[in-house]
């Protein structure tokens, strides 16, 4: 079984964000990206990243609760550091798959 943790997230513009993610973890894990879209495989579970209008959809996938704090922690902590003009509001919302 995975566990799911979903954060929405309001940017504008959200793709910058998504970019700037996936690319900075690009440097050292296999990420993707397209238009609106992306992902990140870390190797304790993997982030998909969606921009839809002024949102940023993040989507965290990892085995056990250990892993997926770890992610949501990363990406939380990632999220704030690159939006330095205004800290973004982020909510988890976990679900078991």
Known sequence: MSLISIAVVSLDPPERMLGQLVRHFGHRLP????EG?????????????VAEGT?????LKAPDTED????EH???EH???FAF???PD????RDPV
């Open 31 to 34: 990420t993707t990206l397209e």
């Open 37 to 49: 879209r992306g992902s990140i495989t870390f190797p304790f579970g993997t982030c998909t990243l």
């Open 55 to 59: 949102t940023l959809r993040l989507r």
């Open 68 to 71: 997926l704090g770890q992610l």
């Open 74 to 76: 990363t990406m939380q």
């Open 79 to 81: 999220l704030e550091r």
């Open 85 to 87: 003009e205004t800290k």
């Open 90 to 93: 982020v909510t988890w919302v």
